[in-house]
């Protein structure tokens, strides 16, 4: 019986584009996409909640905040999963 399922998605099953999402939140916000990527990054939010630390709508809410926006957390989901593309890795 297996326990446990362990693989990696990003860059290994599907092609991510993290510039992609720091461009849109940097879009939505007003901020250059430095600024924000530096935000994200200095915050520890995406390992929080890439981690299961935190539910979704939590994390969503944080990051709204930190970036001063506030999308519906269907408009935020558009938005932090748009780094997934499809096609080739």
């Known amino acids: 019986m297996v326990k446990t399922l362990i693989f ?15 461009s849109r939140m940097a879009e939505l916000s007003g901020l250059r996409v430095e600024e924000a990527r530096d935000r994200l990054a200095s915050s520890r939010l995406a390992y929080a909640f890439e981690s299961g630390l935190m539910p979704s709508a939590e ?7 930190l970036m001063g926006v506030s999308p519906s957390f269907e408009e ?13 890795i």
């Open 59 to 65: 994390f969503a809410a944080r990051v709204s905040e």
């Open 76 to 88: 935020f989901g558009e938005l932090w999963y748009s780094v997934f593309h499809q096609g080739p």
């Open 8 to 22: 990696d998605l990003g860059r290994v099953l599907v092609n991510v584009d993290s510039e992609m999402g720091y």
